[in-house]
């Protein structure tokens, strides 16, 4: 059970794609619970939000710094639930 999906895209023609992965996710009921992660050349955070990703990261130590960060606010947040 990851708890991220990172997607790069290095082509403009692969950029369709990770919106269907994101929609197969929300198919599959699972999209909440994945952090997802996307980033690459042709990317930015408009397009980001657009296909439903969580965060856009421009290169790799911002990708680790994000999930850090991202993975921390998680079990914060579930601890508090469990709290309530």
Do not use: H
């Not at 999906?5 to 692969?14: E, I, K, N």
């Not at 965060?55 to 309530?84: F, L, P």
Request: contains cysteine.
């Amino acid at each position: 059970k990851p708890n991220i999906l990172g997607m790069s895209a290095l082509l403009t023609t692969t950029m369709p794609y990770m919106k269907v992965v994101i929609e197969e996710l929300v198919n599959q009921g699972i999209r909440d619970d994945l952090i997802v992660l996307v980033g690459g050349a042709p990317l930015n955070e408009e397009f980001s939000l657009a296909i439903g990703a969580d965060a856009y990261c421009r290169d790799a130590a911002v990708a680790v710094e994000t999930a850090k960060s991202m993975i921390s606010q998680r079990r914060a947040a579930a601890q508090e639930k469990a709290a309530a």
